[in-house]
């Protein structure tokens, strides 16, 4: 049976990562892709693994169950017959990094990534080491021939029209990483300013059900007391007191409110238009909500 192009994996992938959280997705998403992925065979060192296999790509931590990746990478590095390709996959911790480099890896994925990028990563680095492979083996075929020189020079002119792809390929996957992060900090900027307003205007407990989508918001509570508080004659006071006297004023009158509402456990809401409210049993159901309520100086 002859097999197809579909049949043939692009490549051998061996994912020596211990988290099953972190292992899972990128194996899913690398099959999906077309490659052979196997997982670490229990009870069998990685080093052990990968000469047994000969994968084309390994991707690991820098923290192993066994050791340490930054070691693994070095002596796999330290054999001349060795072509697996390295990649850590792990947070971003710039020591780590430099250190991944200067060991042999050829690329080291911050986390939180996502498995479509390690396909792109992958797939980038094989074709570059496949290019390098094809043209090296073209330059030694070439100078054992008779007439080297025209061979060569299309060989440089191929291997720089790669290296130019290539190139092209990386800035263009650095430019989305980049766009994808500056748009993760945006909405983490906005989620927070989200957040800040819902608890200017709910309790905490209404805003921690919201974000949870814990079914409907509405709830009984058996006992519980409301106590309204206004300034008498505020209009009047108002118009008599310079702006500045009138909100250090509301300032102090509140700020020893805020602290007596903490002192006894009551709620406070300011619905539009209307007195301040100070509520005792909501939205944390408590017993004897009427004397908390009486004991407010």
């Known amino acids: ?3 197809t192009t579909a049949d043939i994996p692009l490549g051998k992938i061996l994912i020596a990562i211990a988290n099953p959280v972190q292992r899972e997705p990128l194996a899913g998403a690398l099959t999906a892709a077309g490659y052979a ?20 790509v390994l991707l690991i931590t820098t923290t192993l ?10 002596q796999l590095q330290a054999d001349p017959a060795a072509s697996t390709l ?7 911790d710039r020591r780590d990094r430099l250190q991944a480099f200067a060991v042999g890896a050829v690329d080291f994925i911050p ?7 390690v396909v792109a990563r992958i797939q980038t680095h094989l ?26 020079a299309t060989l440089q002119r191929t291997l720089h029209q790669q290296t130019q792809k290539l190139q092209e390929k990386n800035q263009l996957l650095e430019t ?7 748009v993760e900090q945006a909405l983490r900027r906005e989620q927070h300013k989200s957040e800040q307003l819902l608890l200017n205007i709910l309790p905490q407990a209404i805003v921690t059900q919201l974000k949870q989508f814990q079914g409907s918001l509405a709830e009984r509570f058996d006992h519980a007391t409301v106590m309204f508080a206004d300034i008498v004659d505020f209009t009047t006071l108002a118009t008599a007191l310079k702006p500045l006297e009138l909100v250090s004023m509301l300032n102090q009158i509140f700020s020893a409110f805020d602290r007596l ?17 100070w509520l005792v049993g909501y939205p944390s159901p408590v017993k004897a909500t009427s004397t908390q309520s009486l004991r407010w100086p």
Do not use: H
Request: proline content about 11%; some cysteine.
């Open 1 to 3: 049976m002859t097999a």
């Open 65 to 74: 169950p066994s050791g340490s990746g930054l070691e693994l990478c070095a």
């Open 37 to 56: 992925v196997n997982g670490l065979p229990a009870g069998i060192p990685i080093l052990d693994a990968v000469q047994a296999d000969q994968p084309d």
């Open 111 to 117: 986390e939180p990534c996502w498995p479509e990028e």
């Open 127 to 152: 074709t570059r080491d496949r290019v390098y492979r094809r043209v090296q083996a073209q330059a030694q075929r070439a100078l054992s021939a008779a007439s080297p020189s025209p061979l060569l």
């Open 176 to 182: 989305e990483i980049q766009e994808r992060q500056e």
């Open 86 to 92: 390295v990649m850590f996959v792990g947070p971003a």
């Open 261 to 277: 509402a903490e002192k006894y456990g009551l709620e406070k809401s300011k619905p539009s238009g209307m007195p301040t409210w």
